[in-house]
């Protein structure tokens, strides 16, 4: 699954090649993991010339490389994974965070003032949407919901309800969204930044949630948005071993979020980054062999009686403006997406406690295939008017296909469904 090229190579070769010289270990072909809290100066002035250079961008003397001053600050294995990671995302920097909420909290509070307004799409991750409908009011930031990011009219109705409210100050993207895999247009978002700058005079940050599709099915940069957020605990860690998250854009964006990252302490640890250096080597195998799985399986299941529907993007009408949407942002159709049994909670318990080999479990992106039910589990916090309203409903299940062999999924699939 070749991706976007940069810089003379493509996304395969970049994600094993970037971000790493074996020069700099003794030749050790793969990075050592630099298991140490603190860095030794060697000398008193180098030690102030770094801390200038860190703090407030002060040149070091004569061009000399800074030295590092503390693992809460930044470490050399979670700088190769930065590297790594901008280089993915076509991004100028990134910053590598202790897992994608901690990511995505960061961007809003380093973003948003008492007084500001912020639009999403709905539906949203469970842990976001609480965030900002339930902890920001205590700021006198207001939230505000759309739920077609596609529909040019509909946002920017949305955008302007905010506007009357406060200035405007992030539109956030997640696309696809979680749990039903609606789509939304990247590009139409930046119009209504733009729209929004000659309106209020200021222009909000465009933040896309890229956890879904990951770098190899989706570059939110390159359609404009500002920054790209993955909660690389999913796809990009890939083996359900380790909690992070990232977010890439252009340097002066970035810049704000280590300081603020600097002082919250949710920076990602070395053995947390020396693991995500091994999975990206990987990340363009398993998102090809994962999205072939999905495919497989998200027919079968569109075929089967006991199914009401199937939200899957291959599934997206042909002429639809979802279609072009999907057609013109992305480059696969991911492995993660949502399927609705015939009847309810009862139904959906028996064929969820009947599964032999899918994994009853949160989470999406690992090598196994794991299945939950959003209105119990993830979006369990999220008031039932508001899930029924954007298509979680007692029946509704998300499903993200692993890289099993898919008859060995669909039987079990099979088996499970003769519980309803």
């Not at 307004?117 to 539906?123: K, L, M, N």
């Not at 759309?146 to 905010?162: P, S």
């Not at 080597?281 to 399986?297: D, F, Q, S, V």
């Not at 029924?388 to 409903?393: P, W």
């Amino acid at each position: 699954m070749t991706g976007e090229r940069r810089e003379g190579l493509n996304l395969d070769t970049l994600t094993i090649s970037v971000g790493y010289d074996p020069a700099t270990a003794s030749g050790a072909a793969k990075p050592p993991l630099y298991l140490t809290s603190t860095f030794v100066y060697p000398s008193a002035q180098f030690a102030k010339d770094t801390h200038a250079n860190f703090f407030e961008g002060v040149p070091m003397p004569g061009g000399e490389t800074p030295g590092l001053i503390y693992s809460r600050l930044s470490h050399p294995n979670l700088d190769m994974v930065e590297k790594r990671l901008a280089a993915l995302d076509h991004g100028e920097v990134s910053a590598v965070f202790s897992s994608g909420m901690a990511a995505m909290t960061t961007v809003l509070m380093a973003n948003l003032r008492p007084g500001d307004t912020v639009i999403y799409g709905r539906p949203l991750y469970g842990g976001v949407d609480w965030f900002l409908n339930s902890h920001f009011s205590q700021f006198g930031i207001q939230p505000f919901g759309y739920t077609d990011g596609a529909d040019e009219d509909h946002m920017r109705a949305v955008a302007n309800e905010a506007m009357a409210a406060g200035s405007l100050g992030v539109i956030h993207v997640e696309t696809p969204a979680n749990p039903t895999a609606v789509i939304s247009d990247i590009a139409l978002a930046v119009r209504i930044a733009d729209h929004a700058e000659k309106t209020q005079g200021r222009r909000p940050l465009v933040v896309v949630d890229n956890t879904f599709l990951g770098p190899f099915l989706q570059s939110p940069l390159l359609q404009g948005a500002d920054l790209c957020m993955t909660a690389l605990t999913k796809y990009c860690g890939g083996h359900s071993d380790l909690l992070a998250g990232g977010v890439s854009g252009r340097a002066e964006l970035i810049a704000p979020l280590k300081t603020l990252r600097t002082m919250l302490g949710n920076h990602s640890d070395p053995h947390t980054c020396w693991l995500l250096l091994r999975s990206f080597e990987t990340l363009a195998l398993r998102t090809e062999r994962h999205c072939a799985n999905a495919a497989r399986l998200a027919d079968w299941l569109k075929a089967h009686p006991k199914i009401a529907s199937v939200t899957y993007f291959g599934f997206l009408p042909e002429g639809s403006k979802a279609r072009e949407v999907y057609d013109r942002q992305c480059r696969g159709a991911g492995a993660t997406f949502s399927f609705r049994v015939k009847g309810g909670e009862a139904e959906v318990f028996r064929f969820l406690d009947k599964l032999q080999l899918l994994k009853l479990a949160v989470s999406l992106g690992g090598a196994e295939t794991l299945i939950c039910h959003p209105a119990s589990t993830t979006h369990y916090q999220i008031d039932r008017a508001r899930r029924e309203a954007v298509g979680i409903d007692d029946a509704t299940l998300r499903l993200s296909v692993g890289l099993e062999h898919p008859d060995d999924l669909i039987a079990d699939l099979a088996q499970a469904l003769e519980a309803i």
